[in-house]
């Protein structure tokens, strides 16, 4: 695609439900990252995807997350069992590799009540 | 762990005013990236820098590698470039590899 794209844009949801976010990355791109940004505030790292393996998974905050991607290109970014907490912009990049730039997505907005 | 320091974290301007952003990293550089966040949310990639100058229209970003910091300048501001600035260092060793660290971010406001 012509770049990054995240869905849903908007997500209400409620205190103790699973919610799925999904992010189609820049095609070719092989790297692709999940950060998460609460209001004011920097980018917090989640997780990072190489092809369909994910080197690093120490950001994910806790076992109710969690992250795949399939195919070198589609990634679901899952959270089980929401809490007010997770409410926050989650944010899709991508890249093509080491030395080139990331792109990212518009972001999700997540919100729960 | 890896620190990412940007200055100033606020920054006020009137249009056309010049300004420098700066970043520190407290480990070597090899891939170094300047990002605008505009007032939507939307990251925005300005540059990819690990050493060197590079120019775009208003904006340069310059990265002495050696001695572990960048700095962005923005030359006659516009209202446009309100946002907030992140600068990201990308490690390339051990257990992170791969992993982008960012900034805290330098918040910009161009006023008319």
């Known amino acids: 695609g012509a770049g990054v794209s995240q869905s849903p844009s908007n997500k209400v949801t409620e205190k103790g439900k699973d919610v799925e976010l999904r992010c189609d990355p820049i095609?070719?791109?092989?790297?692709l990252y999940w950060y998460r940004q609460s209001l004011g505030q920097g980018l917090e790292f989640l997780i990072y995807?190489?092809?369909?393996?994910?080197?690093?998974k120490s950001g994910l905050p806790s076992d109710r997350f969690s992250a795949e991607r399939t195919g070198g290109s589609v990634s679901t970014l899952t959270i089980q069992r929401t809490q007010q907490e997770d409410s926050a912009v989650y944010l899709c990049?991508?890249?093509?590799?080491?030395?080139?730039?990331?792109?990212f997505g518009s972001g999700t907005q997540l919100s729960v009540l | 762990g890896i620190q990412v320091e940007q200055s100033p974290p606020d920054l006020i301007l009137q249009e056309g005013a010049n300004s420098t952003l700066r970043c520190n990293f407290s480990?070597?550089?090899?891939?170094l990236q300047w990002f605008h966040q505009n007032p939507w949310g939307q990251l925005i990639n300005l540059f990819y820098?690990?050493?060197g100058t590079k120019q775009n229209g208003r904006l340069s970003a310059t990265t002495v590698a050696t001695e572990r910091y960048s700095l962005l300048y923005i030359s006659s501001s516009q209202t446009t470039d309100s946002g907030v600035y992140f600068c990201?260092?990308?490690?390339?060793?051990?257990?992170?590899?791969?992993?982008?660290?960012f900034g805290r971010g330098t918040q910009l406001t161009v006023w008319p």
């Open positions: 990049a991508s890249t093509q590799g080491s030395g080139e730039k990331l792109f």
């Open positions: 480990d070597s550089v090899n891939n």
């Open positions: 095609s070719g791109h092989t790297a």
């Open positions: 820098i690990p050493s």
């Open positions: 990201a260092w990308r490690s390339y060793r051990g257990s992170t590899l791969g992993r982008l660290y």
């Open positions: 995807f190489q092809g369909n393996s994910a080197p690093d």
